[in-house]
């Protein structure tokens, strides 16, 4: 069996600073300990307890070398490296089951931390079919095009409260801290962390066993409707003889498959940073 794993920061135990998230923060040593300490308790319990023989992890925030791989067992491949094509998914096709750790709210919730989907540097708001998703339901929706279900996302309560209980009930959802605001959090201390996440990666390898999990699928062509932050990029994205503006900072177009609209979606991110290093130079 193959597990995939796709591992985020903002989600995470304890990951409350921006200074937490860059490669040049105070405290990035720290979260890069956190994230590998999540992951590897995942990995270890779905080798060891679930027999699972490969287990591929995601390393998916920012410049996506976060994981410290200096002792990575054999059973374990990493992806890391940005900008990759698939972004968060990267090497999860022909996986049986994906893990989403450390995953957060989508842009604009309340009570949460670092809320935003995809880019905090471009995009306001996203829709998949008029369905508004998180970082969660977009890879959720991929990976359901390839039939590969969630068993189990790990993060932010603001998200585990609402889109893993109505997009993906059968999911196993840990809640690893609960956000005062966007800056701040409670969350359990390290070792019941551990005893969560591990009880949790047990109970979603039995759900897999009892085939209760489902690919979470949408209709094709699938429409995509984005909001940016600024009039800008949606300047930059209507360039694109395909992509209809709605209004000032809203665009519209229509893809054949899920997999062609993330590419798409990660293109116009890309642009929008390009513009965005134009203008402030």
């Not at 080798?47 to 996506?64: T, Y």
């Not at 992806?79 to 989403?100: C, E, N, Q």
């Not at 009570?111 to 970082?135: C, P, Q």
């Amino acid at each position: 069996m193959r597990a995939f794993i796709s591992l985020d920061l903002e989600g995470l135990p304890h990951i409350v600073s921006r200074e937490h998230l860059f490669v040049k923060g105070a405290l990035y040593a720290e979260a890069r300990k956190i994230a590998t300490e999540v992951v590897k308790v995942v990995a270890e319990t779905l080798h060891h307890e679930a027999g699972v023989e490969e287990v591929v992890i995601a390393d998916s925030h920012g410049p996506m070398v976060n994981v410290l791989v200096e002792d990575t067992p054999s059973y374990v491949k990493v992806v890391r490296g940005f900008p990759r094509p698939l972004s968060m998914v990267a090497g999860a096709k022909g996986s049986d089951f994906a893990i989403f750790l450390g995953y957060h709210a989508k842009a604009g919730s309340g009570k949460a931390t670092f809320d935003h989907t995809y880019s905090s540097a471009s995009i306001d708001k996203l829709e998949i079919n008029g369905i508004e998703v998180s970082e969660t339901l977009l890879n959720a929706y991929l990976l359901g095009e390839w039939d590969v279900p969630v068993a189990m996302v790990a993060g932010d309560k603001s998200l585990i409260e609402t889109d893993i209980k109505e997009h993906l009930p059968w999911a196993v959802g840990i809640v690893l801290k609960e956000s005062f605001g966007r800056y701040s959090a409670i969350s359990p201390g390290m070792e019941k962390i551990r005893e969560l996440l591990r009880e949790g990666t047990v109970e979603a390898f039995e759900r897999f066993k009892r085939e209760e999990l489902k690919p979470l699928k949408t209709e094709t062509p699938v429409e995509v409707k984005l909001r940016f932050l600024n009039s800008t990029y949606a300047e930059t994205a209507e360039l694109l003889p395909f992509v209809e503006r709605l209004n000032g900072k809203t665009v519209r177009f229509s893809a054949k498959s899920v997999e062609e609209a993330y590419k798409t979606i990660e293109v116009l991110i890309f642009a929008s940073a390009g513009v965005s290093s134009i203008v402030n130079r």
